[in-house]
């Protein structure tokens, strides 16, 4: 069983930065998708950036330039590092995880282990 527990969330002015953690706890894998998902109410649940257990990344085109994916060398802490911060970046911020091979995708449907989430709130 894995668990995951995100961090790093808050309140920020448009075009201030903020960093998401999340730490890895339990049974990890050596071939694995992970990463960041936001959710406003109302609207599906959408990648906003993902990699792979080979260090290969994925972004939503919304956030290229801006946010910057990374990992610890244990492996055990996933990092959103999010800077020019926008109104429409305001969300529950998720982290999650796969065992899976191959290019990670950002469709949300493919992972099946969550965190809680964190709040991100950009105002203008």
């Known amino acids: 069983l894995v668990q995951l527990v995100e961090s790093g969330g808050g309140s920020v002015q448009a075009g201030g930065s903020l960093r998401l953690s999340c730490a890895v706890f339990?049974?990890?894998?050596?071939?694995?998708?992970m990463g960041w998902f936001r959710q406003v109410p109302g609207k599906e649940r959408e990648g906003v950036a993902v990699?792979?257990?080979?260090?290969?990344?994925a972004y939503a085109d919304s956030v290229k330039g801006r946010f910057t994916l990374s990992e610890d060398n244990a492996k055990k802490n996933l990092y959103l590092q999010m800077n020019d911060l926008k109104p429409d970046d305001t969300a529950m911020y998720f982290c999650?995880?796969?065992?899976?091979?191959?290019?990670?995708?950002?469709?949300?449907?493919?992972?099946?282990?969550w965190g809680q989430g964190t709040q991100v709130t950009v105002s203008s």
């Open positions: 339990g049974r990890s894998y050596r071939e694995y998708w």
């Open positions: 999650a995880q796969n065992r899976a091979q191959g290019p990670p995708v950002l469709s949300a449907h493919w992972y099946d282990e």
């Open positions: 990699i792979n257990g080979d260090g290969r990344t």
